[in-house]
């Protein structure tokens, strides 16, 4: 089994960690010190808008949140009536298993690049035999929004939802995208729940990525992933998988 959880990403380099937090400071302390709007803060939504364009869903609008737990909250409030729940992988992030005890399920909870904690890498195939349980898909891109494309089926039916932490250490961050006709919805949602997250929080974001910080943590998350991969190939455990699709990162 390949761990893809947090503790896997051990990074050393105090220097680099001090770096990238000046920078917040000293380029955007007028901003990253100050409340912004409730979506997010303008540079880091381009960010993430730019991210998530990558991923093969270039309509999708952008949100920023405190957590992954949060961002499936929204998700339940915006789709979810009394009754009925996620259908959830097997294993599931902890988050989602919090919306799966029913049997009415109204979504798909999936995972589909570098499922934590096996690794698993759904194909095309495998996406939209699990689409076809339920009329709305929820992709968690935890791991897999830096990663590659992520082929997507139904695009006016998928959320995206994640959480950014694992990019950097000391960032705490979550994320929602829905398509462009929701994403009123999802703004009326947040802003019924509080005003936005840390601002401070986006910020450190966005210098990790436009510094190239998140490099040295992928690098490690890259070596750990080789140094602990399985001999044998793994039981297919996720909707609609007939194989274990596994590529380097």
């Known amino acids: 089994m390949v761990d893809l959880s947090g503790r896997w990403v051990k990074i050393g380099d105090a220097e680099l960690v001090k770096s990238v937090h000046e920078a917040v400071v000293l380029e ?57 729940c996620l259908d959830v992988e097997d294993p599931s992030q902890r988050e989602a298993l919090v919306y799966a005890a029913c049997g009415r399920p109204k979504a798909v909870y999936i995972q589909p690049h570098w499922r934590n904690p096996d690794g698993h890498i759904y194909s095309a195939e495998e996406l939209r035999a699990a689409a076809s349980r339920a009329p709305l898909v929820v992709y968690d891109l935890t791991y897999g929004l830096l990663a590659a494309e992520v082929p997507a089926v139904a695009e006016a039916a998928v959320v995206v939802v994640g959480s950014l932490d694992p990019l950097f250490p000391g960032l705490h961050l979550g994320f929602v995208a829905a398509p462009e006709e929701l994403f009123p919805t999802y703004l009326a949602l947040l802003e019924g729940a509080y005003l936005h997250p840390p601002t401070y929080m986006q910020y450190l974001f966005y210098v990790a990525m436009k510094t190239r910080a998140v490099d040295k943590v992928f690098a490690v998350l890259r070596g750990a992933r080789r140094c602990s991969a399985p001999t044998v190939p793994p039981r297919p455990t996720s909707p609609g998988a007939s194989r274990a699709t596994r590529q380097d990162f």
Do not use: C, I, N
């Open 28 to 84: 955007f302390g007028h901003k990253a010190l100050q409340y912004t709007d409730t979506a997010g803060a303008p540079e880091p939504r381009e960010e993430l808008q730019r991210l998530l364009a990558r991923a093969g869903l270039p309509r999708h609008v952008p949100l920023f949140t405190t957590s992954l737990a949060d961002s499936l909250r929204l998700v339940a409030a915006a789709h979810l009536e009394r009754g009925e």
